[in-house]
């Protein structure tokens, strides 16, 4: 599973939470497009002596700050 988290500079990160793979985009559609692309190459071949997942999911996390009082 990737946790997506809006970039406090903007744009998006998605990190895969248990190996070091990384990737961001400006935007959702980017981000969506990058993980596509490049995060499928990079899971591909940090599997690649193992069994690879069938799926990889995409988690948004979304911090908001509410006001007390």
Excluded at 10 to 22: C, F, K, M, N, Q
Excluded at 30 to 52: H, Q, S, T
């Amino acid at each position: 599973m990737f946790e997506i988290t809006e970039d406090i500079d903007g744009g998006y990160v998605g990190e895969r939470l248990t190996e070091s793979i990384v990737t961001q985009g400006d935007t959702w559609e980017e981000l969506r497009a990058n993980i596509r692309a490049n995060i499928k190459d990079a899971v591909e071949g940090f599997y690649f002596d193992g069994e690879m997942p069938s799926v990889i999911r995409k988690r948004l996390v979304k911090d908001e700050v509410l006001m007390a009082g």
